[in-house]
């Protein structure tokens, strides 16, 4: 928090590369709520810059009762549902995650761990929108129960439900391949 401070001062005070710095650190999590909603390469990076403007444009009000990725998180979350609305667009249960940058294995010879990752991008995309969102902030981004709540305006029991029955069906569905894609270890 006390970092987001000093950065949010320097932003309000001018500073270009400092905004630069917030839009680093903040891009996957709103790429992984933008790409949650919308399926096209062109418009959810014009989501995404939309909400970085609104950002920049609102940062003097940020009062810091929450955490600044929460905050984020929620703006990015209203931008797409009122995105979704104006277009109207139904929610897309069916995306393509290719978007989304996950990590996760350490070297392209490493075949069996990318055909893992690859599995597991797989059965995300398979999963509700909501199921996915509340995964992708929660695994992916490493954001709490509560700060997901927030965000995606559910109550802290629902994101828990959400994220066990999403945890379950993943596991299902990657066990399922595993042994289709003779994977065993």
């Known amino acids: 928090m006390k970092n987001d401070k000093i950065l949010i001062d320097k932003i309000i005070n001018g500073d270009k590369n400092s905004f630069s ?8 999590l709103v790429a992984h709520i ?11 990076e014009d989501l995404c810059q939309e909400i970085f403007l609104k950002v920049y444009v609102n940062l003097s ?10 905050w984020i998180g929620r703006i990015s979350y209203n931008t797409c549902i009122n995105y979704c609305k ?14 989304i940058e996950y990590g996760g294995y350490k070297s392209d010879t490493d075949s069996n761990t990318r055909k ?7 059965t995300l995309q398979k999963l509700p929108q909501k ?17 997901i709540s927030k965000i995606l305006g559910l109550s802290l029991s629902n994101v828990k439900v959400i994220l066990f029955r999403s945890r379950k069906k993943l ?10 894609e003779d994977l065993w270890l």
């Open 21 to 28: 710095e917030l839009v680093d650190n903040y891009k996957r």
């Open 34 to 44: 933008v790409y949650s909603y919308v399926n096209n390469r062109k418009d959810g």
């Open 61 to 70: 009000s940020f009062n810091f009762k929450s955490k600044l990725s929460t």
């Open 86 to 99: 104006k277009k109207r667009i139904t929610v897309n249960d069916n995306i393509d995650l290719k978007e």
């Open 116 to 122: 893992i990752s690859e599995i597991m991008k797989e």
């Open 131 to 147: 199921y996915r969102t509340v995964t992708l902030l929660f695994y992916m981004d490493g954001l709490s129960y509560k700060e």
């Open 171 to 180: 596991k299902k569905k990657i066990l399922e391949k595993y042994k289709e």
